[in-house]
């Protein structure tokens, strides 16, 4: 059974930065490939972006294209997601979530999710 685990979440000032991780265990982590997203009060949850199993591709939602950066390290089971220049728009819940094969931004397509963490972004 594959488990995700998040971290990084806080409190930040209005263009700011933060750093999110995600850990992974009980799967082949090099052979997924990992998705970012999100889930405001009262909203639903949305597509923040994605990296290839390999590293090699990464895909953004238009809101945070240039702004937000997938990484991930496959030898620490490892996948990053940096925040700059936040916005309060940018508060909710953020989430990874895994799958095989390529990625997608269709939350449906992805069997394994992490519980989340809290980013709040203050104007």
């Known amino acids: 059974q594959v488990q995700l685990v998040e971290s990084g979440g806080g409190l930040v000032q209005a263009g700011g930065s933060l750093r999110l991780s995600c850990a992974a265990s009980?799967?082949?982590?090099?052979?997924?490939?990992m998705g970012w997203f999100r889930q405001a009060p009262r909203k639903e949850r949305e597509f923040v972006g994605y990296?290839?199993?390999?590293?090699?591709?990464?895909y953004y939602a238009d809101s945070v294209k240039g702004r937000f950066t997938i990484s991930r390290d496959n030898a620490k089971n490892t996948v990053y997601l940096q925040m700059n220049s936040l916005k309060p728009e940018d508060t909710a819940v953020y989430h990874c979530?895994?799958?095989?094969?390529?990625?997608?931004?269709?939350?449906?397509?992805?069997?394994?999710w992490g519980q989340g963490t809290q980013v709040t972004v203050s104007s």
């Open positions: 979530a895994a799958r095989s094969f390529s990625g997608t931004y269709r939350l449906a397509d992805y069997p394994y």
């Open positions: 990296i290839s199993y390999s590293g090699g591709n990464t």
């Open positions: 009980g799967g082949t982590f090099s052979s997924f490939a």
